[in-house]
C-alpha cells in the first residue's frame, strides 16, 4: 500500500521524541538547530517516475469507473471535471493489482487502460544501483518512511556482497528470534570516542554520516542540504576536501573537516571550528589515485575557494606526500591534536590487501575512528579501471577489520565506520552485522535529491539534474529547503526500518548488533565453502 | 633512467556507425507546443540534433548515441509525452563476453586515446567470472608514482621477450660459453596478434605493423603478409611461419627479431632451420591453452625454446576437444606459473598469454596471473568497429561473413591504413595510461615486477573464504533469488 496515504505527521512525531543530547559545543559561530521534522517532500519534477506506466487510450469515455477501482490513487477525477486526468503512474504497484478482477484494467468498460513496465525508469540505474533501489529510494526521501513493497527497497542486484548476505529471519527455515517486547525504547545512537582519551564525547544520534563531497564536485545546495540534514539528526557531514565554505559555520558542530592530499582549502581556522577532522589517505571508487575536478567543473567560485585558476583541471596528489610511514602518520595526527586539542580524528582508508594491518597503525597513530572506503563507492569523478578493479569491495574488508581488531583487543577502543556502496538501511544493518560500528553514505544521499546515476558528473557543465554541479543556471533545478527535507525524510526512513529490524532481533541498541554476523547468511549453491 | 615513454594520441573521429545506448521516444502527438520545451534544455543536445536531421535528411542522426538518460526531459515535458528507451540494438551488440559496455568503452578509448572517466561509483556486477573476480591491490602509504602537481615519477611498462638464461657458463681460461643475451625489449606488455577471424588479413596486418612500430612493441602477421613490410618496419614484425613458408622467406627471416611458430611434433625441427638463417632470432611457439600446456612447454624448454605464447579462445577459455570450454586464462596461467616455478625455469621462459583480453585491467589481471605479457587480438578490431557479432546467433552460423564486402556492419574491409593505425595506437595508448594507474596505485613502478605477483590482487575465491567462511550458507533456490 503506497504510504503516499499515511499522515506523515505522525512519523513525525515518533522519531523526534529522542532528545538532541548536549555536547560540548566546539563552534564559537552562532550554530543554526534545525528541527527533526518528517514533511512530505515530493519529486521536483513535474512528471515523478514510477516502475510502471499506466494508459489510457483514446477510447477512454471518462466514465471515472478507473477512480472507483484503484486504492491507491493512481486515477483521479476531481468533482465538477469532466475528463479523468492524466494517471499519476508512479503510484501504480503493477501486475500484483493490475491482474486482478478488482483492477482498473479489468474495470474499464471500454478496455481503455493498460499498465506496463516503464521503459524510462528501466533506463535509470545499473546493477549495484538498481532502478527498482532508486524509486524506493526516492519514495523514502519523500515519505520519511519505507517504500511499498513493490519496490525492492533491501537490494540491489549485483549478484554479490550485501546483495547475498540475509538475515536469518528474512529466509525461510531458520529460528525466529524472540523481539523486543513492544514499546521499549530502541536506541540508534552512537559514541565516536572510545579511546579513553581527554577529548570529548562525540555523539550521533544515527550510525550513519555523510560522506565527503567538494564544493565543485557538487553544488552549494547539495553541501548545505547535507548538513543541514546532519545537524537536525544530530549527525556529520564532510566537508571533502574543496575547502570549507562560509555558509557551512552556522552548522560546524556537524561539519568534519577533511584534510585530503591536495590540502584545499584546509587552514588552522577551518581544522579548529570543527569535532571531527578526517584525513583522506584514499578514495574508495579510486584508491591510489588523487581527487579530479575536471576543469569545466572549476568554475570562478570553485576556483576562488580552493585558491587555484579557474578552469584548470584539479589532481590531488597521491599519496600524501609528508606520510611516507606509519611513523610519519603518527606526526600528522599529532599535528592536527595540537592545533585542536579537543577534536577527535578520523582516518580514512581505502581497502587494500592488508587493510587489516592499515587500521591497526592507524590506531595506534592515535586516530579515534577508522573509516574504511571500499571499492565500489561513489565519486564525482574517476577513471572506470580504478572503480572496478582496484581494491576490495567494503563487504569483504568489514570482516576483515574487525577480526583482526578483535584479535588485537584493540576492538573496543576504536570506532570502526565503513562506506562505499551503502545503498539502504539493510545494508547499514548488515554493515553493521559484519563488525562496523556505523556507516557514512554518499550515493544513497545523492539519489535521494534525485540523482538517477547516469554517471555524468564530471563533464561539461556536471550533473544534469543540478546536484553534482557548480553550474549557476543548473544549481537552481534544486532548492536548498527541499534537499534538507528530502535528506531528512531519509534517514528517518532508515531509522525506522532498523528500528523495525533490531526489534525483530530483540535488541534495544544498534550497538548490541556490531560483528553479530551469526544473524547472517549468505545466499551460495557452492556449500562446499562452508567452514 | 631510460626516456620516458610515451604513446601519442590523436583524436580519431570513428568512421563507422556508432550505437547508442538509448533511444528517446517521442509521440509528437498531443504536443501543446508550449514555450518552455524541455527539448530545448537538453544538456546534451540530443533534440537538436534531431531537429538538425528533420530539416537536413542527409545529416546524420547522433540521437541515440549522446542521449545519457538523466530523463530530465521526461520528467519535465509538460503534458509527460515523452520516454527514454534502452536501445535493443545497443543491447544485442557483441556476445556474453565481448558485452555491449566493453565494446563502447573501446570504441571511445579508440577515439581519443585517453582513459575513460565518469562519475558515480562503479556501475557493474559484484564480480563475474575470469578477470571479474580479481581486484588489484593499493598502498596507502607509497613513494608518490603518481602527483598532479609535479608530475610522475617514471614507471617502466616495458618487459623483454627472449631467452633468460639464471646462470653464465665459461671455460676454465674465462671464455663466455652462453651465447649473448638476445632479448627483445617490447615497451608495452601487449603485442599486436591475429584477430581470430578476418579475411582480408593483410589491411589490418599493414596497420598492426604502422601501430607496432609506433608503440614499440611486436605486431604478429602471417609470413605472407611479412612481404608488404618496409625493411625498416621488420623488426617490428613477428612472423607466424609455417613448414611451407620457411623455404622461401629467407630476407624476412634476416630481418625480424622475432618469429612465431604454430606448436606441432617437428616444431623445435622448424625452429632450428629459422635460427639456421637467422642465429640472432627469437623463436616463440603458440601452443592452444589446455590442461596439458604445462607440461608440453617444460617438454620444449628442454629443447631450447623458451618463448611460449599460450592461446585462450576469443573468451579467455580452454579449448577442450570436443568444442568444450575448459579453465578461464586466470587459472590456467596461474597453473602454468605455478609449474614453471616448481621446475625452476621460470625465470629463462617467456609467457605471453592471448585470447579474451579485452580490456586494460586485463594486461595487468594476466600479468599477476604469472604471463609476462599478453597478446592483444580482437580488441584491435573493436577499435576499427568490430561487433564482434560473428558468433551471435547460434542458431544460425556464419550469419555474418568477416570481410566479405557488405556484410560487415562496420564495413571493416574497408578501411584505410592510417585511419586504422590512429585508432589502434590510440586504444593502445588508453589501455598503456590505465596500466600505469594501476600500477601507480599499487606502488610498483615497473611492470616486470608485477609478474606472478598474486599477493598484491585479491582473488574472490580466497577473499569470500576469508571474509564469509563462518557465515551460514543457503542455496539462492531457499529465497527464490
Known amino acids: 500500500m503506497s504510504s503516499a496515504t499515511v499522515d506523515v505527521r505522525a512519523g513525525a512525531q515518533g522519531c523526534a521524541t529522542e532528545p538532541k543530547r548536549a555536547h560540548a559545543g566546539q563552534s564559537e559561530w552562532p550554530q543554526e538547530t534545525i528541527a527533526r521534522e518528517i514533511r512530505p517532500a515530493p519529486d521536483r519534477y513535474r512528471n515523478v517516475l514510477g516502475k510502471y ?67 524510462s525508469a528501466q533506463c535509470m540505474g545499473d546493477p549495484r544501483w538498481s532502478s527498482d533501489l532508486i524509486l524506493a529510494t526516492w519514495h523514502q526521501a519523500a ?21 547475498v548476505l540475509r538475515f536469518k529471519f528474512e529466509v525461510p527455515g531458520f529460528e525466529e528470534p524472540t523481539p523486543t517486547p513492544a514499546g521499549t525504547e530502541i536506541d540508534t545512537s552512537l559514541d565516536l570516542n572510545h579511546r579513553g582519551d581527554s577529548r570529548p564525547q562525540v555523539h550521533i544520534d544515527i550510525p550513519v554520516y555523510g560522506g565527503g563531497m567538494s564544493f565543485g564536485s557538487v553544488s552549494i545546495h547539495t553541501i548545505l542540504g547535507k548538513a543541514r540534514a546532519a545537524a537536525a539528526w544530530n549527525s556529520f557531514t564532510c566537508t571533502g576536501e574543496g575547502g570549507y565554505h562560509d555558509r557551512l559555520k552556522p552548522y560546524d558542530d556537524h561539519v568534519i ?181 556505523g556507516v557514512v553514505i554518499g550515493t544513497a544521499e545523492m539519489v535521494a535529491l534525485g540523482c538517477v546515476r547516469c554517471a555524468c558528473c564530471e563533464s561539461g557543465r556536471g550533473c544534469p539534474r543540478g546536484i553534482a554541479s557548480t553550474d549557476p543556471e543548473l544549481m537552481k533545478l534544486m532548492s536548498l529547503e527541499w534537499a534538507t527535507q528530502r535528506l531528512i525524510n531519509l534517514q528517518n526512513a532508515w531509522r525506522e526500518q532498523m528500528i523495525a529490524v533490531l526489534a525483530r532481533l530483540g535488541m534495544k541498541s544498534i550497538r548490541e548488533l556490531r560483528g553479530r554476523s551469526d544473524l547472517l547468511c549468505i545466499l551460495s549453491d557452492d556449500l562446499e565453502v562452508s567452514k | 633512467m631510460p626516456d620516458r615513454y610515451h604513446i601519442h594520441t590523436a583524436p580519431a573521429p570513428a568512421q563507422f556507425r556508432r550505437i547508442g545506448k538509448f533511444g528517446n521516444v517521442d509521440w509528437r502527438e498531443d504536443c501543446s507546443r508550449c514555450s518552455n520545451c524541455v527539448k530545448l534544455r537538453c544538456l546534451y543536445d540530443v533534440y537538436k540534433h534531431e531537429a538538425a536531421f528533420n530539416r537536413d535528411p542527409m545529416e546524420p542522426v547522433g540521437t541515440a548515441d549522446e ?20 536501445n535493443p540494438e545497443f543491447l544485442s551488440l557483441g556476445d556474453e563476453y565481448w558485452r555491449p559496455d566493453i565494446l563502447l568503452t573501446l570504441w571511445n578509448q579508440s577515439d581519443t586515446g585517453r582513459v ?69 625489449e617490447v615497451q608495452i606488455p601487449a603485442i599486436l596478434d591475429m584477430p581470430a577471424w578476418t579475411a582480408m588479413g593483410s589491411r589490418l596486418a599493414a596497420a598492426r605493423i604502422a601501430t607496432a612500430k609506433e608503440i614499440k612493441t611486436l605486431a604478429v602477421v602471417r609470413a605472407g603478409d611479412a612481404v608488404q613490410a618496409l625493411p625498416k618496419q621488420l623488426p617490428s614484425i613477428a612472423p607466424l611461419f609455417t613448414r611451407e613458408d620457411i623455404a622461401n622467406s629467407q630476407d624476412i627471416i634476416e630481418g625480424v627479431k622475432m618469429a612465431q611458430l604454430r606448436d606441432g611434433p617437428d616444431v623445435a625441427a622448424l625452429a632450428g632451420q629459422l635460427l639456421a638463417i637467422n642465429p640472432g632470432l627469437t623463436v616463440a611457439v603458440r601452443l592452444p591453452l589446455s590442461p596439458a600446456a604445462a607440461d608440453r612447454i617444460i617438454e620444449l624448454s628442454r629443447q631450447g625454446i623458451k618463448v611460449f605464447q599460450l592461446c585462450a579462445d576469443r573468451h579467455g577459455r580452454e579449448k577442450l576437444p570436443g568444442g568444450l570450454r575448459g579453465r578461464h586464462l586466470k587459472d590456467a596461467l596461474r597453473e602454468v606459473h605455478g609449474r614453471l616455478v616448481k621446475e625452476g625455469i621460470r625465470d629463462e621462459l617467456t609467457l605471453i598469454a592471448a585470447g579474451g583480453i579485452a580490456l586494460a585491467e586485463h594486461m595487468a589481471k594476466a600479468i599477476i596471473c604469472g604471463a609476462d605479457l599478453v597478446a592483444v587480438d580482437t580488441a584491435l578490431l573493436v577499435a576499427l568497429g568490430c561487433r564482434v557479432c560473428r558468433d551471435a546467433h547460434p542458431d544460425v552460423p556464419g550469419q555474418v561473413q568477416c570481410g566479405v564486402v557488405g556484410k560487415c556492419p562496420s564495413e571493416i574491409e574497408s578501411v584505410e591504413c592510417s585511419y586504422a593505425t590512429e585508432r589502434m595506437v590510440n586504444l593502445m595508448g588508453a589501455w598503456h595510461s590505465q596500466l600505469l594507474e594501476l600500477l601507480g596505485a599499487m606502488g610498483i613502478r615497473e611492470v616486470r615486477r608485477l609478474r606472478g605477483e598474486v599477493g598484491r590482487a585479491i582473488f574472490m575465491e580466497d577473499i569470500e573464504k576469508e571474509a564469509f567462511g563462518d557465515l551460514c550458507r543457503v542455496p539462492r533456490a531457499q529465497v527464490n533469488a
Not at chain 2, 67 to 86: D, H, W
Request: proline fraction near 6%; include cysteine; hydrophobic fraction near 35%.
Open chain 1, 53 to 119: 506506466k499506466v494508459d489510457r487510450g483514446a477510447n477512454c469515455a471518462s466514465c471515472g469507473r478507473c477512480v472507483e477501482a484503484c486504492v491507491y490513487g493512481v486515477h483521479k477525477k476531481p468533482t465538477g471535471y469532466a475528463f479523468t486526468l492524466r494517471p499519476e503512474d508512479y503510484l501504480c504497484v503493477g501486475p500484483d493489482c493490475a491482474e486482478t478482477a478488482e483492477s482498473c484494467v479489468a474495470q474499464c468498460p471500454q478496455k481503455a487502460i493498460t499498465v506496463r513496465p516503464n521503459s
Open chain 1, 143 to 163: 515519505t520519511g518512511h519505507a517504500a511499498p513493497e513493490h519496490l525492492e527497497s533491501r537490494l540491489g542486484a549485483s549478484g554479490g556482497g550485501f546483495d
Open chain 1, 257 to 437: 573537516t577533511q584534510v585530503a592530499t591536495g590540502l584545499f582549502g584546509v587552514r588552522e581556522d577551518t581544522i579548529q571550528r570543527v569535532r571531527i577532522v578526517e584525513f583522506k589517505y584514499a578514495q574508495g571508487a579510486k584508491p591510489g589515485l588523487g581527487g579530479h575536478l575536471l576543469g569545466d567543473k572549476n568554475t570562478p567560485a570553485v576556483a576562488r575557494m580552493r585558491e587555484a585558476v579557474a578552469g584548470n583541471a584539479l589532481f590531488s596528489p597521491f599519496p600524501f606526500h609528508s606520510v611516507y610511514s606509519v611513523e610519519d602518520h603518527k606526526k600528522h595526527v599529532d599535528w592536527i591534536k595540537e592545533t585542536n586539542p579537543r577534536c577527535l580524528v578520523s582516518v580514512k582508508v581505502s581497502t587494500p590487501t592488508d587493510v587489516d594491518m592499515v587500521a591497526v597503525g592507524s590506531y595506534y597513530a592515535g586516530a579515534h575512528i577508522i573509516h574504511l572506503d571500499g571499492s565500489y563507492g561513489g565519486t564525482g569523478a574517476a577513471p572506470d579501471i580504478a572503480k572496478k578493479n582496484i581494491a576490495m569491495p567494503i563487504e569483504y574488508a568489514i570482516p576483515k577489520v574487525h577480526k583482526f581488531l578483535s584479535a588485537e583487543g584493540i576492538r573496543d577502543k576504536v570506532t570502526l565506520i565503513s562506506s562505499g556502496g551503502i545503498r539502504s538501511a539493510f545494508d547499514v544493518l548488515k554493515a553493521i552485522a559484519l563488525g562496523a560500528d
Open chain 2, 67 to 86: 542521449c545519457k538518460a538523466c530523463l530530465s526531459c521526461v520528467q519535465g515535458c509538460t503534458k509527460g509525452l515523452l520516454s527514454v528507451s534502452a
Open chain 2, 116 to 184: 575513460p572517466v565518469s562519475g558515480a561509483g562503479y556501475r557493474g556486477r559484484f564480480h563475474g567470472p575470469g578477470f571479474d573476480s580479481i581486484w588489484t591491490d593499493m598502498s596507502e602509504i607509497v613513494r608518490p608514482t603518481r602527483d598532479g602537481i609535479h608530475g610522475r615519477e617514471y614507471i617502466s611498462t616495458s618487459v623483454d621477450i627472449g631467452p633468460k638464461p639464471l646462470r653464465l657458463k665459461f671455460t676454465p681460461d674465462g671464455r663466455m660459453l652462453t651465447p649473448p643475451s638476445q632479448l627483445i
